[in-house]
């Protein structure tokens, strides 16, 4: 069974920085494509950000410039680095991950940016 397990989240003051962790349990790891996404209150849930098994990566425009997705296959993590972070920001986040048809999803970590 594949489990994903998330870590980081917290409050913030905006303009400050927090990294979000994933760590996945099972094996493959390394052909994963890994991705963020987010759900603020009311809102859908959207993407935030992925990274394929070649470290190519994608980020929604409203975060271009201030996050970083980043992987270590050694450790079986993904993580989310957020600088200069806005209040619009706050939202529960989810890590995912996607391989051959199969999709999986950690709980949620919430971030909350205070202004």
């Known amino acids: 069974q594949v489990q994903l397990v998330e870590s980081g989240g917290g409050l913030v003051r905006a303009g400050g920085s927090l990294r979000l962790s994933c760590v996945v349990s099972g094996s493959f790891f390394s052909l994963y494509t890994m991705g963020w996404y987010r759900q603020a209150p009311g809102k859908q849930r959207e993407l935030v950000a992925t990274?394929?098994?070649?470290?190519?990566?994608n980020y929604a425009d409203s975060v271009k410039g201030r996050f970083t997705i980043s992987r270590d296959n050694a450790k079986n993590t993904v993580y989310l680095q957020m600088n200069s972070l806005k209040p619009e920001d706050t939202a529960v986040y989810y890590c995912n991950g996607k391989l051959t048809g199969f999709e999986y999803w950690g709980q949620g970590s919430q971030v909350t940016v205070s202004s």
């Open positions: 990274i394929t098994s070649g470290h190519i990566t």
